[in-house]
């Protein structure tokens, strides 16, 4: 039993690694007024885009890859929502759409009809010492690649700097009310610009663990709704850093107990537990609404002002 819940506990933190980059990077964005369901390209696009330059250079050359192509996606989502004011949502699922049939293509162009078997270096797990021998916890939390380190810092970094510094303020004060922030001489519009920006870094990381840190290779549509789920994750977090990070570990858990039923011998089919992440994810829409408090001006279009 203790070898099960261990096993449940290190696949719940792998697998919200990636959920809680691409979630976390979501808040930013959603903070600002702007819901990016263009998400899901970025995470795709970083995936892809951390193979490709880990094979130049190496797994941390591959993460940089992963950033700079999740941040393309997101500056073609930025110039038609933000620059052009173009609907949100249908922008979103266009670029979605384009990153998922641009990877595939990409993928095919660059390494063949063989490329399903193409491999790259991945992080090895580097345990901590003594914190790793904490029974059961330990190595789940503790005996993780570096890269689910750097999301344990990024969590209260993003806490502090959202609550107490001039530039999360003036996110907050633009997802609230775009135009007052105008008359304090603050440009909503750019500030919505930077925060997709680096929605699509975080995004573009998430994808890049995915093929970095975890499966060591890519495949079309690995991504796997990962984008929609993180957003999501955001409005179960209530748009607040610490609430996103348990909503990932939520969503891992769920995603993780197939692990834990395979360690119990359990014979249930493996196709029950794969949906169940989905399912939760339309669970949580759905009783979420009306007793959340999302950014006021979430969603609508502000003025063009820069």
Same mark, same amino acid.
């Given at each position: 039993?203790t !070898?099960?819940?261990?096993a449940?506990?290190?696949g719940?933190?792998?697998?919200?690694?990636? #959920?809680?980059?691409?979630a976390?990077?979501?808040?930013?964005?959603?903070?600002?007024?702007?819901?990016?369901?263009?998400?899901?390209?970025?995470?795709?696009?970083?995936? #892809?885009?951390?193979?490709?330059?880990?094979?130049?250079? &190496?797994?941390?050359? =591959?993460?940089? &890859?992963? $950033?700079?192509?999740?941040m393309l996606?997101?500056?073609?989502?930025?110039?038609?929502?933000?620059?052009?004011?173009? !609907?949100?949502?249908?922008?979103?699922?266009?670029?979605?759409?384009?990153?998922l049939?641009?990877?595939?293509?990409?993928?095919? @162009?660059?390494?063949?009809?063989?490329?399903?078997?193409?491999?790259?270096?991945?992080?090895?797990?580097t345990?901590?010492?003594? @914190?790793?021998?904490?029974?059961?916890?330990?190595?789940?939390?503790?005996?993780q690649? *570096?890269? /689910?380190?750097?999301?344990?810092?990024?969590?209260?970094v993003l %806490? %502090? %700097?959202?609550?107490? /510094?001039?530039?999360?303020?003036?996110?907050?004060?633009?997802?609230?009310?775009?135009?007052?922030?105008?008359?304090?001489?603050? *440009?909503?519009?750019?500030v919505?610009?930077?925060?997709? @920006?680096?929605?699509?870094? @975080?995004?573009?990381i998430?994808g890049?663990?995915?093929?970095?840190?975890?499966?060591?290779?890519?495949?079309e549509?690995?991504?796997?709704?990962?984008g929609?789920?993180?957003?999501?994750?955001?409005?179960? =977090?209530? %748009?607040?850093?610490?609430?996103?990070?348990?909503?990932a570990?939520?969503? =891992? $858990?769920?995603?993780?107990?197939?692990?834990f039923?395979?360690?119990?011998?359990?014979?249930?089919?493996y196709q029950?537990?794969?949906?169940?992440?989905?399912?939760?994810?339309?669970?949580?829409?759905?009783?979420?609404? =009306?007793?959340t408090?999302?950014? $006021?001006?979430?969603?609508?279009?502000?003025?063009?002002t820069?």
């Amino acid at each position: 039993m203790t !070898d099960a819940m261990t096993a449940f506990l290190e696949g719940t933190i792998r697998t919200a690694t990636p #959920l809680a980059f691409a979630a976390l990077g979501e808040t930013v964005v959603e903070r600002s007024g702007i819901i990016n369901i263009g998400l899901e390209g970025s995470v795709i696009a970083g995936a #892809l885009a951390g193979l490709i330059a880990a094979g130049h250079g &190496g797994v941390w050359n =591959g993460f940089a &890859g992963a $950033a700079l192509g999740g941040m393309l996606v997101s500056a073609i989502f930025a110039l038609f929502a933000v620059g052009f004011r173009s !609907d949100q949502i249908i922008t979103g699922t266009a670029v979605s759409m384009l990153a998922l049939g641009g990877t595939g293509t990409f993928y095919r @162009l660059l390494y063949g009809a063989s490329g399903a078997a193409l491999t790259t270096p991945t992080l090895s797990p580097t345990a901590i010492p003594f @914190l790793s021998t904490i029974p059961v916890v330990g190595t789940a939390l503790f005996a993780q690649p *570096s890269v /689910t380190y750097a999301v344990y810092v990024l969590i209260p970094v993003l %806490w %502090w %700097w959202m609550y107490h /510094t001039h530039a999360g303020l003036a996110l907050r004060a633009v997802g609230e009310n775009p135009n007052a922030t105008i008359v304090a001489g603050i *440009s909503p519009r750019r500030v919505q610009l930077i925060a997709v @920006l680096i929605g699509g870094l @975080l995004g573009g990381i998430s994808g890049g663990t995915l093929v970095l840190a975890q499966a060591g290779t890519f495949a079309e549509g690995m991504s796997a709704g990962r984008g929609f789920i993180a957003i999501a994750i955001v409005v179960l =977090g209530r %748009w607040r850093p610490w609430g996103v990070a348990g909503a990932a570990l939520i969503f =891992g $858990a769920a995603s993780a107990l197939q692990y834990f039923f395979q360690a119990l011998g359990s014979h249930l089919p493996y196709q029950l537990f794969l949906a169940f992440p989905y399912v939760l994810t339309l669970v949580a829409l759905a009783t979420a609404r =009306g007793r959340t408090n999302a950014p $006021a001006a979430l969603g609508q279009r502000t003025l063009q002002t820069f």
